[in-house]
């Protein structure tokens, strides 16, 4: 870890990523849209950088943790991004779950300015950011990644170079199709196994450790059965990933017959201002279509 | 083990339970519809019903273990069937996945001839039947479970008590909700993955360890990608398990979004002749509705 690092991004991820980074002796320097996000890292000895150019001044690996395509877009090449301060060869690694037709972009537009990219989303939630048990899916120049490897490992305990530039999201999304389809059997099930008559306690112990297993099943399922939804992670980022997959998914022809579906649900839940509850609470939406309550 | 046990039904399952009743060391007497699938349970020491009458004469419980509810019916109630024979306090185990209501039924029409019934469908596949692992979801009398339970035991690993009479199928059809719908993502999910250009096996490394992950991600998974179509659960079964629970969930007013479409791709690879197939060729159907190949 023998370069200077920069982070843009201090939201519960972010934060917690950089606070990993700093225990394990980076050269750290911080950024965030919120100044007062800064000050826990900066107490705990991080630089403050007083805008994004500063902060690509200050450092050769620049990390980001956005929300969503546009924010990614901003702090790069928007008024005051990195790109007035990107020094050459520096390496930009980009955490946030964004668009991967965007992110080749962004790739090849930097690598104009001799300044190298990676995309880099993550996997693992609040708990795992917080651990440094992350899973990285990691898309972009195999020398790179080995550059970014160090940074990698002190935030993630699964690191997978999958491919090019946006090969990362490509494979975030793969996950996001699995985790939100598994969510949806969840939510049926239990409403099902509500409607019979069943003892849901029973039936998830009954069904958790054969073919119908999955860690949705036995991390989820019973926050479910106990109506507990507070977010693992957020139906608000839930379904922006979603929307990203039904887009990317357009382009390429592929079918969605579940993601449609669960993006449906996640919207409509949306709607009703249930965006910061956890992606479990999906069969809220199932609920309301059948007037049936898990846990009644 | 001191009670003399019949087993009616010896296909694939059926024939793997009952030889792991034989090597315990059961008094056990077979019956199959074809006579031929007796000979082996025979040669181990088994010996061989004359038909469904004198099955019911030999035993005091009688274990079956078929495809559907009339199969259940008529080796039940048809002409020639158990309950020509049935001991008086006889115990009768249902090991097929049936409908819940159909089961109900047959329980109360037993216990007026002074005759017990359990349902106790199992999960595991041919793997677990052959080693004695299933899953073994139990619906019915307590009394009669504590009875049943050290033949359960040496068929079975995970024996759970889970209610009354239908309640032991209700939560295998909660099971194959779950099951159905993993198959839905995991075929999706790589045909996105496929269709994006990612690397097939590193994106199941990448995935199958986080919030992604499940028993048919890491079982099927791989499976899919060979495009190895052999069966560890026909698809004809699973097909036949979701009209179950479509019919249930109707009568209980249980919304089905997912398992209705997952139904559906079923039926229409049954229709094109793929109905011996494993359950994991799910994505076969996508395939045709999208004409991008996984594995290509």
């Known amino acids: 870890m023998n370069e200077r690092v920069g982070f843009a991004g201090l939201g519960i991820m972010g934060s917690a990523m950089a606070q990993n980074l700093l225990n394990a002796g980076a050269d750290l320097t911080v ?6 996000k800064r000050a826990t890292l900066v107490a705990a ?46 390496l930009v690694v980009d955490c946030s779950t964004v668009s991967p037709s965007a992110t080749k972009r962004f790739a090849e537009r930097l690598a104009n300015q001799s300044v190298h990219m990676l995309d880099a989303p993550i996997s693992g939630g609040s708990e795992g950011a917080a651990n440094g048990t992350l899973s990285i899916m ?20 699964k690191i997978t170079h999958v491919g090019g530039h946006g090969a990362g999201q490509m494979t975030k999304l793969v996950n996001q199709i699995l985790v939100a389809g598994s969510m949806l059997s969840l939510g049926e099930a ?31 399922g019973p926050q479910v059965i106990k109506r507990d939804w507070s977010p693992g992670f957020m139906i608000d980022l839930q379904e922006k990933d979603l929307r990203l997959v039904l887009q990317e998914a357009d382009e390429l022809g592929a079918p969605t017959l579940g993601s449609s579906i669960t993006f449906q649900l ?12 956890g992606n479990h609470a999906l069969v809220r939406a199932l609920e309301y279509v059948s007037s049936i309550q898990v846990g009644e």
């Open 138 to 157: 990691v898309g972009g120049e195999a020398e790179q990644v080995e550059r970014a490897l160090p940074y990698l490992q002190v935030m993630g305990k």
């Open 190 to 220: 239990l409403l099902f196994a509500q409607a019979g008559g069943l003892d849901l306690e029973r039936t998830l112990e009954a069904v958790s450790d054969g073919a119908a297993g999955s860690w949705t099943l036995t991390n989820r």
């Open 45 to 90: 000895g991080a630089s403050d950088a007083s805008d994004l150019p500063a902060l690509a001044r200050e450092a050769a690996i620049l990390f980001i943790c956005v929300s969503d395509t546009p924010d990614v877009e901003a702090i790069l090449f928007g008024d005051n991004g990195l790109i007035e301060g990107l020094q050459e060869d520096a």
């Open 266 to 277: 996640y919207r409509s839940l949306q709607r009703r201002g249930l965006g910061t509850q």
């Open 31 to 36: 950024w965030n849209r919120t100044p007062s």
